[in-house]
């Protein structure tokens, strides 16, 4: 492959999780995730520092394990999925944080029509032949966001002190790339 050639790869749905945490009445964390999500990745060679990322998620697969909490995530008071129906991030700028395969990716995220710079940590776990031949590179996610800058602000004081839900958010995700063609 010339080192100029662009390959594509697509997200493996099925072997990638898309994931959140937040504290909650600040002393433990809720987890969830999202299961309706995609993405597609372009690279010049193998080269992923060259990486052009689109992503995108339905806000309204997000899942904690509690109606009632996913019903609320989905309500105005946080993502209001019935006006806004994909939550998104653009990946700019891919950069070698060392010499193991670890990196910091800057870009977009938009959330509610808002658009943040976000840079996110990503260790590359390796490329490997799944047994039909498919190439696959994997890598794990993760980040900070503060979910008031993107018009997330629901609250509620809590009787000694402090709020019900924290306002940063950590982004856990664990993604498989497909390569294509």
Known sequence: MSTTEKT????????SEIAFKVKHLMITNVKGVFKDFSASVTTTGGDFTTSEIEFSLNPASVDTGAVDRDNHLRSADFFDVE????????????????????????????????????????????????PWGNEKAGYTITGKIHRKDFGLNWNAALEAGGVLVSE???ISCDVQLVKQG
């Open 8 to 15: 594509k790869w697509a997200l493996d749905p099925s072997h």
């Open 83 to 130: 006006k806004y129906g994909r939550l998104s991030f653009s990946g700019k700028k891919a950069e070698k944080a060392d010499n193991d395969g670890n990196y910091i990716l800057h870009g977009d995220l938009t959330i509610k029509d808002v658009t943040k710079p976000v840079k996110l940590n990503v260790e590359f776990a390796g490329v490997a032949k799944d």
């Open 168 to 170: 940063d958010v950590t």
